[in-house]
């Protein structure tokens, strides 16, 4: 993957003021700065409701990084709820990446992930995951959507999950900081109070063969600010900061909030 936690960051924005409301249909797009240059484009369209979730995620390089270093992938994740938490039934993720074409596919019968399709099998780059590791783990847009359901449902966004990406394991710890105001900013649609949650990430499989043993331990961190965009619907994450691989730290302005109805 060429950016970390990359969606495990941007795509967690999407829930339904009132859980028995019909499904809502939202359409968002990101932009991803980094060094000053737009390198990143991220589109997804969202489907809740009480009983379940579908949200489709578009994944893209853009400008002269991209030009350089294309990548697009889509990605899906679709499941129900039990609760606040997520109850994933398919993840499904492929495209074009650094000149190879990637696909996934984990189903999670009896709620465990199980990796159907994994092309390449393996990509060199990657230590496998030992088996079990990935037990009880869910996929990152899951994890997304169980995140942003709970913050709609309480107010915060404390908690710890442990994703599955089917080459990684990550445990992801979220903390509430309070509300913060985002000053107007041009690559964004949004500005004003903001709910601000940070999260912290660490590996515990699936490490890059030549990281160094510091470099596995290593926690990443991100932080992410929800607010009401538009009256009466849900809260979104309208700012976003994650690390990367290659250059360091990154910021995702939301360019756009577009109920589908």
Excluded at 52 to 58: E, L, N, Q, S
Aim: aromatic share 10%; charged share 25%; glycine share 8%.
């Amino acid at each position: 993957m060429l950016l970390r936690l990359t969606a495990a960051t941007l795509m967690f924005g999407f829930a339904v003021p009132a859980w028995g409301q019909p499904r809502m249909v939202t359409q968002l797009s990101y932009s991803v700065y980094a060094a000053g240059l737009n390198v990143i484009q991220v589109d997804a369209k969202v489907a809740l409701a009480r009983e379940d979730y579908r949200v489709d995620a578009k994944f893209r390089t853009a400008g002269m990084f991209g030009r350089f270093f294309p990548v697009e992938i889509d990605s899906l994740a679709e499941g129900g709820w039990a609760g606040l938490l997520p109850l994933p039934r398919r993840y499904a993720s492929g495209g074009l990446s650094r000149g190879k074409v990637r696909r996934m596919v984990i189903d999670f019968p009896a709620g465990q992930p199980v990796l159907r399709e994994l092309v390449p099998p393996d990509d060199d780059e990657h230590m496998p995951v030992p088996p079990g590791q990935e037990r009880d783990a869910i996929d990152t847009l899951s994890a997304m959507a169980y995140l942003v359901r709970a913050v709609t449902s309480t107010g915060t966004c404390d908690g710890r999950t442990r994703l599955f990406d089917g080459r990684r394991v990550i445990e992801i710890t979220g903390r509430t900081i309070g509300r913060e105001s985002l000053p107007r900013e041009d690559r964004s649609i949004f500005h004003g109070p903001a709910v601000r949650c940070d999260f912290e990430g660490r590996q515990l499989a699936g490490y890059v063969k030549s990281e160094t043993d510091a470099e596995r331990l290593r926690v990443h961190v991100s932080q992410a600010w929800l607010a009401e965009v538009t009256s009466g619907q849900p809260a979104l994450p309208v700012r976003v900061v994650f690390e990367t691989r290659f250059f360091g730290f990154a910021t995702a302005y939301l360019t756009a909030a577009t109920p589908v109805r």
